[in-house]
C-alpha cells in the first residue's frame, strides 16, 4: 500500500515515476510530515484539504513521501498521485499496480486538468499500463488504445475511488 505510478511532464516529455507514501501513527504532539524529492509545502497544503474535504483523520499520522529513483517533481500534477498514495497507506489498500494518474488538487477539493494529458495517457498505454485515473476536466479526444480511463472531479471521488 502507499505506491502510486504518476506521469509527470519533464518539459515536452511525459515521465513514469512511482510515489511513494506511508503513513505512522504518531506519538507526539506535532506529526512529522517529510518529503523527498516534492515540494514539502504542497504536502502539507495536500494534507489540509484531504483532511478538510476527504474527511481523512490525519492529523494523529506521521506522513512520509518519497518519489522513487531519486527524480525530483515540481508540477502541481502530482497531486493527484500524492494524495492517492496517502490514501491508500492510510486505509492500507493497495493501489492498482495496472493503473497511473495524474491531476492538480484546488484548495476547495476540485481534481483540475494539467497539460498534455493526452500525451501522459499515451506514454502510460506503451509502457503496459492498462487504467488511468485522470481529472474530468482532461478530455481524451481520442481513446488510447489498450487503456480504460477513469475521470474524477473531487478529492471525495478519489476517496471513494479507493474503497
Excluded: M
Excluded at 506519538?27 to 514539502?40: E, F, K, Q
Excluded at 497507506?89 to 483540475?112: N, Q, Y
Amino acid at each position: 500500500s502507499g505506491s502510486v505510478i504518476l506521469v509527470t511532464q519533464e518539459g515536452t516529455r511525459p515521465i513514469v515515476v512511482e510515489v511513494q507514501g506511508l503513513l505512522d501513527k504518531t506519538t507526539i504532539g506535532n506529526p512529522r510530515r517529510l518529503c523527498v524529492g516534492l515540494d514539502s509545502q504542497r504536502l502539507i497544503l495536500l494534507l489540509a484539504i484531504l483532511q478538510r474535504h476527504g474527511r481523512l483523520p490525519l492529523s494523529g499520522y506521521d506522513v512520509f513521501i518519497n518519489v522513487a529513483g531519486g527524480i525530483r517533481v515540481v508540477e502541481s500534477g502530482a497531486d493527484l498521485a500524492i494524495a492517492a498514495a496517502i490514501i491508500s497507506s492510510l486505509h492500507d489498500r493497495k493501489f492498482p499496480t495496472d493503473t497511473v494518474c495524474f491531476g492538480e488538487i484546488g484548495l476547495a477539493g476540485e481534481i483540475r486538468p494539467v497539460q498534455r494529458g493526452q500525451d501522459r495517457l499515451q506514454e502510460a498505454a506503451k509502457l503496459g499500463f492498462k487504467r488511468a485515473l485522470i481529472p474530468k476536466g482532461n478530455r481524451v479526444p481520442e481513446p488510447v488504445s489498450g487503456l480504460k480511463v477513469d475521470q474524477i472531479n473531487r478529492i471525495e471521488d478519489l476517496v471513494n475511488w479507493l474503497k
